[in-house]
């Protein structure tokens, strides 16, 4: 059953641009293989500082979406219905 689905064949993936879960970064369209010397960054301040053991999960919301948030807002404004919000975990596990 499992080699019964269909599933897109090629080895790169296919992104649906009209998806509302995160999307290929758009940086990457321009990021070659051998990237360019980091240039100085003048006048810059330190938003967060934290140790080597967190990461981006342990800082970014996983939880429900809450009714009234930003991020509700955005989904809304999509047609999607707050049943399919889903969580903020789920919505950027796409990428």
């Not at 509302?20 to 990457?28: A, D, E, L």
């Not at 996983?62 to 989904?75: D, N, Q, V």
Request: with cysteine.
């Amino acid at each position: 059953m499992w080699q019964g689905l269909e599933a897109p064949a090629g080895k790169i993936y296919d992104w649906d641009e009209s998806s509302t879960y995160i999307q290929h970064p758009p940086f990457f369209k321009t990021t070659q293989a051998s990237p360019q010397p980091i240039s100085s960054i003048d006048g810059a301040h330190c938003l967060l500082n934290v140790g080597d053991s967190i990461t981006t999960d342990h800082i970014s919301p996983a939880g429900k979406i809450a009714k009234g948030s930003p991020a509700a807002r955005y989904l809304a404004e999509r047609g999607i219905k707050d049943k399919d919000f889903n969580s903020y975990g789920s919505r950027r596990g796409n990428d």
